[in-house]
C-alpha cells in the first residue's frame, strides 16, 4: 500500500490538494452549495460533518467531476474540472454513498474489471487486487460471488476497488452509513490505517463519531453554507464546554431543575425528550439534581462532542 499517489502527497510544501472559492450549486432554484471556501492539504483526512440535505454530497460530486459547478471557483491537484475531468478522475479513488459492485461478478472479478478502466496492466492488477483484498480482508472470500456478501463486507471491497489505480485523493462519500457497529468499526480501522500510510481522505459523515475518529480537519454544513471549520478536539473547544449533563425529567420538573442549576451551567438546551446542562463539572451538577429530591428518568455526564457544537451553531442536531 504505498502507492505513488500517498508518497506524493506527504511532500512538504505543496499546496492545496482540493481548494474551493465561493463555490456554488444550484439546481433549478434549489442552492444546495451556497458560495464555499475550504482546502485540503495533502497526507490529511478532511471531513464534511452535517445532516442529510447540508450539501455534503453534492460538494463530493463537484470534486469527483460528476457534477459542473454552479458558480465560484474549485481546483482539484491543481485542475479545473470543467476542463481537466478526465485527467482529475484518473488520479481519484471514489467511494459512493451507496455501493455499485457488480454482483454477477466475483470479489477478485470486480477489482480486476475496475482496473481496466484506468488501463492497468494484468499483472498488476492482478498484484494490487491480492494486497488490497488482504488490506480490507477479504482475500478468503475473493472467489466468491458480491450479492452474498454482509453490507460491512460490500463496502470494503467498494473500498479496495477505490484503491486500485493508487489514486492521490479518496473520495468516501457517508462511508459507514447501515453497517451494524462492529462493520462500521473495520471500516474506521481500514481508514484510519490508509491515513497513516499518507493517503489524503475526503470524507462526508452525519455521525459525529466518526468525524472525530477519522478527521484531522472538518468543515460542519448546514443547509448549503459552512458554519466551522477546525479539528474535532478545537472546534469543540471553542464552541462547547467539556461536559454535558444531560437529564430526562418526569412530570413539571424541568423549570424547577433550569432554576435550580443557575450558574452551574453555562448554557441549558431544552430537547424535546431531554435537557441539557453544558457545564465544566457534569458530576458536580448531578449531585444538586440529586439534593433537590426531583424525580428523574434519567441522568447521563457526557464528554461534549461535535453534536453539541453543531447543535449550538444551527440551533438543530445532527438528525433533524
Not at 489505480?165 to 490508509?194: K, M, S, V
Not at 439534581?289 to 424525580?295: D, I, Q, S
Not at 441522568?299 to 453543531?310: G, H, K, S, Y
Amino acid at each position: 500500500m504505498d502507492g505513488r499517489g500517498y508518497n506524493r502527497a506527504m511532500l512538504a510544501g505543496d499546496p492545496p490538494l482540493i481548494s474551493a472559492r465561493g463555490l456554488l450549486k444550484r439546481f433549478k432554484t434549489f442552492t444546495a452549495v451556497d458560495g464555499i471556501d475550504f482546502d485540503v492539504r495533502p497526507g490529511e483526512a478532511f471531513g464534511f460533518l452535517g445532516p442529510n440535505g447540508a450539501g455534503k454530497t453534492s460538494t463530493m460530486r463537484m470534486i469527483a467531476c460528476a457534477s459542473p459547478i454552479t458558480g465560484g471557483q474549485l481546483r482539484v491537484m491543481g485542475l479545473d474540472p470543467l476542463t481537466a475531468a478526465s485527467a482529475i478522475k484518473a488520479r481519484l479513488g471514489v467511494v459512493p454513498q451507496r455501493d455499485n459492485l457488480d454482483t454477477e461478478l466475483t470479489v477478485r472479478e470486480n477489482l480486476l474489471m475496475y482496473a481496466r478502466y484506468f488501463d492497468i496492466p494484468g499483472p498488476v492488477a492482478r498484484g494490487r487486487t491480492d494486497e488490497l483484498l488482504a488490506f480490507v480482508q477479504l482475500a478468503e472470500r475473493a472467489n466468491d460471488e458480491v450479492e452474498p456478501l454482509s453490507g460491512g463486507m460490500k463496502r470494503r471491497l467498494t473500498i479496495a476497488r477505490a484503491l486500485i489505480n493508487e489514486p492521490d485523493i479518496i473520495l468516501l462519500d457517508e462511508p459507514t452509513t447501515g453497517l451494524d457497529p462492529q462493520a462500521r468499526h473495520l471500516i474506521w480501522d481500514r481508514l484510519y490505517r490508509l491515513k497513516q500510510k499518507g493517503a489524503t481522505l475526503l470524507l462526508t459523515t452525519h455521525y459525529m463519531d466518526e468525524a472525530e475518529q477519522l478527521c484531522d480537519r472538518l468543515v460542519i454544513m448546514d443547509k448549503g453554507r459552512i458554519v466551522a471549520e477546525g479539528s474535532p478536539r478545537d472546534l469543540i473547544a471553542r464552541h462547547s464546554t467539556r461536559e454535558v449533563l444531560e437529564l430526562r425529567v418526569r412530570g413539571d420538573g424541568r423549570d424547577g431543575l433550569r432554576a435550580a442549576l443557575e450558574g452551574l451551567a453555562e448554557r441549558v438546551v431544552e430537547l424535546p425528550d431531554r435537557l441539557q446542562f453544558y457545564t465544566t463539572d457534569g458530576e458536580r451538577a448531578l449531585e444538586k439534581v440529586h439534593g433537590l429530591g426531583v424525580a428523574l428518568d434519567s441522568a447521563l455526564v457526557r464528554r461534549a462532542t461535535l453534536e453539541d457544537v453543531f447543535l449550538r451553531l444551527t440551533g438543530h442536531t445532527l438528525v433533524d
